[in-house]
C-alpha cells in the first residue's frame, strides 16, 4: 500500500467550474497535511495547511480533512486556467520537524 | 518575503565525480531537509537536519550522500561518486517549528550525471 495515495489524473476542467482532487494516506499517526503546487520543471509551492478535521476555507481553495477516513482533498473553486499545474498532497507524522511523505501528484488542466 | 536559495539551478557531471548542492535556507528556520525527484516520479525525502546533526534520513541517502551545515547560512548536499540514477531534481527546503511545520522549498538544482 502506497504511504500517500492521490486521485489518478490527469483531470481536465473547463474554466470556472470546481476541481477536486483527493488523496488518502496510511499511516494513521499523520498529524499534519499540505497542499503544494507543483508547475513542470518548479519547486513545489504551499497551497493549503490542515491539521484539525472539516475544513479550511483560503479564497478559491478549500481542504477537507478527515482524518478517521485518513482521507484529504482539496477543491478549487472558479478554477482559472493559471490554475493548471501538478497538485501534490504531503503529509507528516508531527506538526515539527519531521518529514514531508508526498503522493505522485494529480496534474491539473483548466480548459479556457 | 524570506525564501530558500539553492546554487547552482543546473548542475552536469560526469559518472564517478563529487557534486556539491548548496542551500541558504530561509534565516530564523531551524529544521532543513533534501528532497530529490526523478524526472516524471513524486517527490522523495533524503535526509533532514536539525541542530548540526541529521534527525532522519532515508534508504535512498546511502554512504555516498552527506550533508553539512558548514556555517551559520549554508546547508549542502554532498554527493561523493555520482551515478546515472542520481539525475534528478534536488530540493532543499527548511521550516520553523513556530510554522506548523511547513516546509518551503526552494527553486531546486537541476543534476544531470553522464
Known amino acids: 500500500q502506497k504511504e500517500v495515495e492521490q486521485n489518478s489524473g490527469p483531470l481536465s476542467v473547463p474554466e470556472g467550474a470546481i476541481a477536486s482532487l483527493n488523496c488518502t494516506y496510511s499511516?494513521?499517526?499523520?498529524?499534519?497535511f499540505f497542499w503544494y503546487r507543483q508547475y513542470s520543471g518548479k519547486s513545489p509551492e504551499l497551497i493549503m495547511s490542515?491539521?484539525?478535521?472539516g475544513d479550511k476555507e483560503d479564497g478559491r481553495f478549500t481542504a477537507q480533512l478527515n482524518k478517521a477516513s485518513q482521507y484529504v482533498s482539496l477543491l478549487i473553486r472558479d478554477s482559472q486556467p493559471s490554475d493548471s499545474a501538478t497538485y501534490l498532497c504531503?503529509?507528516?507524522?508531527?506538526?515539527?520537524?519531521?518529514?514531508?511523505?508526498f503522493g505522485e501528484g494529480t496534474q491539473l488542466t483548466v480548459n479556457p | 518575503e524570506p525564501e530558500v536559495t539553492q546554487t547552482p539551478s543546473h548542475q552536469v557531471t560526469q559518472m564517478g565525480q563529487e557534486v556539491i548542492l548548496r542551500c541558504v535556507p530561509i534565516?530564523?528556520?531551524?529544521?532543513f531537509y533534501w528532497y530529490r525527484q526523478i524526472l516524471g516520479q513524486k517527490v522523495e525525502f533524503l535526509v533532514s537536519?536539525?541542530?548540526?546533526?541529521?534527525?532522519?534520513k532515508s534508504e535512498i541517502f546511502d554512504d555516498q550522500f552527506s550533508v553539512e551545515r558548514p556555517d551559520g547560512s549554508n546547508f549542502t548536499l554532498k554527493i561523493r561518486s555520482t551515478k546515472l540514477e542520481d539525475s534528478a531534481m534536488y530540493f532543499c527546503?527548511?521550516?520553523?517549528?513556530?510554522?506548523?511545520?511547513?516546509?518551503?522549498f526552494g527553486p531546486g538544482t537541476r543534476l544531470t550525471v553522464t
Open positions: 490542515i491539521y484539525s478535521n
Open positions: 499511516d494513521r499517526v499523520s498529524q499534519s
Open positions: 527546503a527548511s521550516n520553523s517549528i513556530l510554522a506548523g511545520g511547513v516546509e518551503y
Open positions: 504531503a503529509v507528516k507524522r508531527e506538526t515539527s520537524g519531521s518529514r514531508l511523505t
Open positions: 537536519f536539525y541542530n548540526n546533526e541529521i534527525s532522519e
Open positions: 534565516s530564523n528556520h531551524l529544521y
